[in-house]
T-cell receptor, first 115, second 114 residues
Framework: AQSVSQHNHHVILSEAASLELGCNYSYGGTVNLFWYVQYPGQHLQLLLKYFSGDPLVKGIKGFEAEFIKSKFSFNLRKPSVQWSDTAEYFCAVNAGGGSNYKLTFGKGTLLTVNP | DADVTQTPRNRITKTGKRIMLECSQTKGHDRMYWYRQDPGLGLRLIYYSFDVKDINKGEISDGYSVSRQAQAKFSLSLESAIPNQTALYFC?????????????FGPGTRLTVL
């Protein structure tokens, strides 16, 4: 069964710092990859997704992620964080591509950005 | 996102009570899911349904049941609630015809079992 690991449970940054959140998955075949964000008290929203093509994916609010197949990784990055980026971030994998219904989520990384 | 709605948004109940959480969607999606979220554990799949006649167990279905009353409605029941079912519950939908299987989430129901 596929699994998803997010390396950091809680990351604390100051505004304007750069961000990188790690995500690794265990599945050797085709994958679709997602990053979701959950702002305090809100539901999950899609930040970005990788399906195929360019492994560098750009999402909303200045976020991007890079799919590195050889490392089974899909790390999330943002060059300069803002206080409003404070949220919990979840990496998710759809192993097997579109033929598989299931999304497997990581345990989440809580990002706190101090003003 | 009003496309996926959940009721109630908050519920406090006692051990042994039967509870139903409801989910409705206006996205026209065939696939619907129920997850629970616990601090430090991420989201775990309880049940999922591909259409009205299709119900499948997820990874943590014990103690839960579901009903897909219509394409747009998917209800989760706790037959006899226990304190370790205290969690945040999310409903999600996805489009059968979209290969990426992006899922769209409701606002969540915070359930507390005393």
């Amino acid at each position: 069964a596929q699994s998803v690991s997010q390396h950091n449970h809680h990351v604390i940054l100051s505004e304007a710092a750069s961000l990188e959140l790690g995500c690794n998955y265990s599945y050797g075949g085709t994958v679709n990859l997602f990053w979701y964000v959950q702002y305090p008290g809100q539901h999950l929203q899609l930040l970005l997704k990788y399906f195929s093509g360019d492994p560098l994916v750009k999402g909303i609010k200045g976020f991007e992620a890079e799919f590195i197949k050889s490392k089974f990784s899909f790390n999330l990055r943002k060059p300069s964080v803002q206080w409003s980026d404070t949220a919990e971030y979840f990496c998710a994998v759809n192993a097997g591509g579109g033929s598989n219904y299931k999304l497997t989520f990581g345990k989440g990384t809580l990002l706190t950005v101090n003003p | 996102d009003a496309d996926v709605t959940q009721t109630p948004r908050n519920r406090i109940t006692k051990t042994g009570k039967r509870i139903m959480l409801e989910c409705s969607q206006t996205k026209g999606h065939d696939r619907m899911y129920w997850y629970r979220q616990d601090p430090g554990l991420g989201l775990r799949l309880i049940y999922y349904s591909f259409d009205v006649k299709d119900i499948n167990k997820g990874e943590i279905s014990d103690g839960y049941s579901v009903s897909r009353q219509a394409q747009a409605k998917f209800s989760l029941s706790l037959e006899s609630a226990i304190p370790n079912q205290t969690a945040l519950y999310f409903c999600a939908t996805s489009d059968l015809l979209v290969r990426e299987n992006e899922q769209f989430f409701g606002p969540g129901t915070r359930l507390t079992v005393l």
